[in-house]
């Protein structure tokens, strides 16, 4: 053991001196057309294994390079021509450099592919899917493109029915996924009764979605983080666009400022008889907008750089009925904030978000009968993030965040008893995360979250270790390994069995329920088949404890609105990728099982669970600006609650009339028991053609989009009064045209 000790002294010894004759390169990689940063670019030292893709801001730090010698350095990115630099680095020194790379008309350039190979292999994220605005254009788009529908064709990735955006990940509920913009949360990110999102692909740059496992930095919820990074704006010259499809017409103001750049960003819904096909309603009037802005500031020396930006985000909902016996209903989001990003001299970033997000929610019942009800939420957030780069090439990364927290709902019961709860808290919470890179072979992320002063009275899990490794065993295939305990502390008054859910009101876990935890068990490989072809397997199991559920026995007002339920899911999930010049392919597969159990020990199939899902996609570039694209897929059926059969039921709603006896017969559905029934398999294809052409000084794109090619009678539902079959988007062909300036 002594000798052994030695021997790891002296190495520690060897790759400090050997350290002390590299430098480090950083910078940022740009669209040099727009000024826009490129996320996940690859720069690649020629002749070595040294390499490393840019952060989701397009920003890079490269130590340990070789100093004194005149290198070859080689940065690529998916649709864009590879660019080489030359560098000869001081010993110790840090070296910033701006890249600029040029659009090219392929899709792919061949280096790409080597450099993301050696790059990927510092890369530990289990069940993280990442997808850039390039990529979601190249997708069929249905009416038009929309993230959350397309997040849906990932393995993992579930629906509850092609007319709703919602999506479940790996048998959470729709409540345990976390949705960013720019690092602030959005707590309802779905226009139009969930059919559509509310995020506008227009002002998105980047896309990443953690299916489990994610890391320290991420919380706040059980199921997964989707993160979401809006565009800077163009910083060389001020253009414009205009989108029309068959339900929005959308547009985009972007330009340079005085060292930085802004965007504005605008969508307003059109039609409302393709929002009816979307809905199988025939008489409702949805209205929507949306808007978004962004303003950048970056100052650039020799060694350090500084960036500003300042953000905000506005959307509306609206479903105002005619008829006075049908209630309406509003909602809301309002979102700014402010971040401050610093390099500074010594391999250390800095950065710190100051955020407010509000969200608002009503139904007015008019003279039908529901009952009033109304959520406002507000949540004020600051986070400060710290990472430093070693020369060895490890990362050490801390951060904290304080957030203030209100949630308002108000309500009325059967008697007209109107009530409003109002909780009040703030969180203070702290991470810490170390990367082990410096070796080729194994790579680490292992770090703790720590929830020091937590929003839900009774939050046991204050602990949150996190790890995750990676091992290369060789250029071909990386085997991969996370695990993780999480947390949730707020969550919505919703029913996940519901169709179409139209009013989710938020709350803090209330202080009679202990605070919803899980723990991910996550195992993948990557194999790289060929330059072209790679193939990702993911097995994962999650255990879920005291998560929520709404108490269908609720009968006094005293009974409380939620009971704690358990759950548990797990499965495997298969992604083989072709990527070349001209083509892009991909086909999905998941083989999963999710479970709850209620607080009454009644073990059930949650709504979203359907055993195998099947998802493929091309996309072909003909050349001379068309492109055609394809998705085709197919779901086992998910569960449903059975109607055993009806009966006349006597309603006692006027007792002062001798007719009440023979007029308040209506029928009542008998129900088996929950979920035991399944749907029948769900199958689709969506084609797209796409052209993009030019007149005088605008640039023009004009797609056609067929759904549901084959016209499959998908059921959605059986309706409960009538046993009625209403089936789910019919053969719709669409078109959109977009012009740029």
Not at 281 to 303: G, I, M, W
Not at 628 to 654: H, M
């Amino acid at each position: 053991m002594k000798k052994l000790y030695c021997l790891f002294i002296v190495a520690i010894c060897l790759s400090d001196l050997i350290l002390a004759q590299t430098g480090t390169l950083r910078g940022t990689v740009e669209d040099s057309t727009s000024g826009e940063a490129l996320p996940y670019a690859t720069i690649l030292v020629e002749g070595t294994k040294i390499g490393i893709s840019t952060d989701i801001n397009g920003n890079f730090t490269l130590p340990s390079i070789p100093a004194n010698k005149d290198l070859k350095v080689i940065i690529s990115y998916v649709g864009y021509l590879s660019k080489i630099i030359y560098i000869n680095l001081k010993p110790g020194k840090i070296t910033q450099q701006n890249i600029l790379l040029v659009p090219a008309r392929l899709q792919l350039q061949e280096i790409e592919a080597v450099g993301k190979r050696i790059s990927k292999e510092k890369e530990t994220d289990l069940g993280l899917q990442r997808m850039t605005v390039k990529e979601l254009e190249l997708l069929p788009k249905g009416v038009e493109t929309d993230i959350m529908r397309s997040l849906q064709l990932l393995p993992g990735v579930k629906s509850s029915g092609d007319v709703s955006a919602r999506y479940y990940v790996r048998g959470g509920g729709s409540d345990q996924n976390l949705v960013l913009l720019n690092g602030v949360s959005v707590y309802n990110p779905f226009h139009a009764m969930g059919l559509f999102s509310v995020i506008d692909p227009e002002m998105i740059n980047v896309v990443e979605l953690y299916k489990g496992g994610y890391t320290a930095e991420y919380g706040e919820r059980l199921s997964s983080i989707l993160n979401l990074v809006t565009k800077n704006g163009n910083r060389n010259r001020f253009t414009g666009s205009a989108n029309l499809s068959m339900l929005t017409l959308k547009g985009s103001v972007e330009g340079p400022i005085p060292n930085g750049s802004f965007i504005v960003t605008g969508r307003k819904s059109l039609f409302n008889d393709v929002l009816k096909k979307f809905t199988n309603y025939k008489d409702a009037p949805f209205n929507f907008y949306d808007l978004s802005f962004k303003a950048n500031y970056a100052t650039k020396d020799e060694k350090t750089l500084s960036k500003i930006s300042v953000f905000g985000f506005n959307s509306n909902d609206k479903l105002l009925q005619e008829s006075q016996t049908k209630e309406d209903f509003k909602w809301s989001n309002n979102l700014y904030g402010a971040t401050w990003f610093q390099a500074w001299e010594s391999p250390l970033y800095s950065e710190m978000t100051v955020s407010y997000s509000g969200f608002d929610a009503e139904v007015f019942p008019k003279l039908s009968q529901a009952l009033g009800r109304k959520n406002k939420v507000e949540d004020i957030t600051l986070r400060m993030d710290f990472t430093y780069v070693y020369d060895s090439r490890d990362e050490l990364k801390v951060g904290y965040y304080v957030k203030s927290f209100t949630s308002d709902y108000y309500f009325e019961n059967l008697r007209n008893i109107k009530t409003t709860i109002t909780d009040k808290g703030a969180n203070i919470s702290a991470y810490g995360k170390y990367r082990l890179l410096r070796f080729d072979a194994f790579i680490a992320d292992a770090g703790l979250r720590f929830n020091a002063a937590p929003l839900a009275e009774n939050n046991n899990t204050r602990i949150e270790p996190r790890i995750n490794t990676k091992i290369n065993i060789s250029p071909l295939l990386s085997l991969k390994l996370a695990w993780g305990i999480y947390s949730q502390e707020m969550v919505t008054l919703s029913d996940d069995n519901d169709i179409i859910s139209l009013f989710e009101p938020w709350i803090i876990i209330p202080s009679y329920l202990t605070a919803p935890s899980a723990i991910h068990y996550v195992a993948g490989a990557d194999v790289n088949l060929s330059e072209k072809l790679s193939l990702n397997i993911e097995t994962y199991y999650k255990k879920m404890k005291n998560i929520t559920e709404l108490n269908y026995d609720k009968v006094n007002s005293d009974d409380p609105d939620l009971l704690a339920a358990s759950g548990e899911s797990y499965g495997w999930e298969f992604l083989l990728q072709y990527l070349d010049p001209r083509m892009m392919a991909s086909v999905g597969y998941s083989l999963s099982w999710a479970y709850k159990q209620s607080a009454d020990g009644w073990l059930y199939y949650p709504r979203y669970d359907s055993r195998h899902s099947v998802s493929v996609l091309l996309s072909y570039n003909f050349g001379n600006n068309w492109n055609a694209g394809a998705t085709w897929t197919l779901n086992t059926g998910q569960p449903f609650t059975q109607i055993e059969g009806f009966y006349d039921k006597l309603y006692f709603d006027n007792l002062y009339t001798m007719w009440f006896i023979f007029e308040n017969y209506q029928p009542y559905t008998i129900l088996a028991d929950r979920n035991l029934g399944r749907l029948p398999y769900y199958h689709r294809l969506d084609l797209s053609l796409t052209k993009k052409f030019s007149i005088a000084f605008t640039d023009m794109s004009l797609s056609v989009n067929v759904i549901n090619v084959y016209d499959r009678k998908n059921l959605f539902y059986l309706e409960k009064g009538t046993g009625k079959r209403v089936n789910m988007l019919p053969f719709l062909p669409t078109a959109s045209l977009r012009i740029d300036l």
